[in-house]
């Protein structure tokens, strides 16, 4: 999935962390996220592994970093509210296919995504995190 609001919050992230590797890209791929699932619970201080496809990443991005991040959706809404300041996760190599997280501190709610980033953005369904 792709959209202008991810692509200003990966250059958010990138000018601020140089966490994300933005290529010019001639093959934009975004992997597919594969956990969480949707209506997954998780808690606070807990580890998570979330995983994604890595059975189609081109050859010029197969040593690219990866940037995972935690946002919510309200129901209607598309704003994705992604927490850019505390990445889940980073500078992982996007071929891994999983990275633990450690689930942060944040209120209860049950329409949390993760958003992974390769050279765009992809959302994982929602889930929840309680306390
Ligand atoms: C990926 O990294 C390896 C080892 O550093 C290098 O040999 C290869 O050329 C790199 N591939 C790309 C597409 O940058
Ligand atoms: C995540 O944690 C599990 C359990 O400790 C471990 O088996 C797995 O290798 C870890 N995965 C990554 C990507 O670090």
Redesign the pocket.
């Given at each position: 999935m792709f959209s202008v609001k991810l692509l200003a919050a990966l250059a958010t992230v990138a000018t601020a962390a140089s966490a994300a590797a933005i290529r010019a890209a001639d093959e934009v791929f975004s992997p597919t996220i594969t956990a969480p699932h949707g209506g997954d619970q998780w808690t606070v201080g807990s580890v998570q592994t979330i995983t994604w496809d890595t059975s189609s990443i081109p050859?010029?991005?197969?040593?690219q970093s990866g940037l995972i991040l935690l946002g919510y959706v309200e129901d209607g809404q598309t704003d994705e509210h992604l927490d850019v300041e505390h990445p889940l996760a980073s500078n992982f190599p996007i071929t891994a296919g999983a990275a633990n997280v450690t689930v942060p501190k944040v209120p209860t709610r049950d329409d949390y995504v993760v958003v992974l980033f390769g050279d765009s953005g992809n959302t994982s369904p929602k889930f929840t995190i309680s306390q």
């Open positions: 050859p010029a991005n197969q040593n």
